[in-house]
């Protein structure tokens, strides 16, 4: 498994680099793009910590939660690694929309277009919804087929907590999606601490998921983690994308609405 993956992220590079010389020469860097920039340097930098921090305090939270998991025995764990994974699966296209809006944020920002930003941010909330209506339906039909086909188990335990997990969590995940949206937009607009603060939400929620509830819930607990999580999260995210002023500027131009300075 590690040499085929090895083998085609190899394929894909050199594919990658042929495409680049062929298609995009724009994409490879000349001499006057290594000239030193203080500026662009500090940026790059403070973004990356953001994300770097960020990124460390969702696994440590996410780590808490699994010892949780754990003491609930070894057909629950099972039941929910195989939920996990095909979660995961489920929440790609919705996480690949989210992942390039960071990028047409940043580039619209540059270019002075706020109005198409906020017209980008709305339908790929209008998609993320769509798709965890969609998917919704679709776990609630073949959700205990595909938890048996990943665990490899037959155990009715192990079939019916990986498909509450699902059945559960699919309805929010249109929420999940709004949320990565806001989160990568309000990277996109160069904001560093306000994800951060999303971040803290979800690490200090599961905690207290972790101390006060999962002990008397058991795995229904853990099912409902999440989803109570993605919520608070959203509201913060959808707080502060809204009344950032270069958003909420925008919303007057967009309007025609004279600025209040």
């Not at 190899?10 to 920039?37: E, Q, R, W």
């Not at 996480?95 to 940043?106: D, E, P, Q, R």
């Not at 502060?240 to 500027?249: E, Q």
């Amino acid at each position: 498994t590690a040499a085929a993956t090895v083998i085609a992220q190899g394929i894909s590079a050199i594919l990658c680099i042929l495409y680049i010389f062929k298609k995009a020469y724009i994409l490879i860097p000349s001499k006057k793009h290594f000239a030193i920039d203080k500026d662009l340097y500090f940026e790059l930098i403070g973004q990356g910590l953001s994300m770097g921090m960020m990124l460390c305090i969702v696994s440590t939270g996410t780590v808490i939660l699994q010892t949780a998991i754990n003491n609930l025995g070894h057909l629950v764990i099972a039941g929910h690694t195989a939920a996990r994974k095909l979660s995961a699966f489920c929440m790609m296209p919705a996480g690949t929309i989210a992942l390039s809006v960071s990028t047409f944020v940043s580039q619209n920002k540059g270019a002075g277009e706020g109005i198409r930003i906020r017209k980008a941010i709305r339908y790929a909330n209008i998609l993320a919804v769509l798709w965890g209506i969609i998917i919704s339906i679709i776990l609630m039909f073949t959700s205990q087929y595909i938890i048996k086909l990943l665990s490899g188990s037959n155990e009715v335990v192990v079939i019916e907590n990986g498909s509450k997990y699902l059945i559960y969590n699919a309805p929010f995940y249109g929420v999940l999606g709004i949320l990565l949206n806001l989160r990568n937009a309000l990277q996109g607009l160069g904001k560093k601490v306000i994800p951060l603060i999303s971040s803290v939400i979800e690490f200090f929620g599961k905690i207290i998921f972790v101390i006060l509830f999962i002990p008397g819930l058991k795995y229904f607990g853990v099912i409902i983690c999440e989803p109570v999580i993605w919520g608070f999260m959203c509201i913060q995210l959808c707080f502060s994308f809204y009344n950032n002023p270069y958003i909420r500027a925008c919303k007057y131009k967009e309007e025609n609405i004279p600025v209040k300075l």
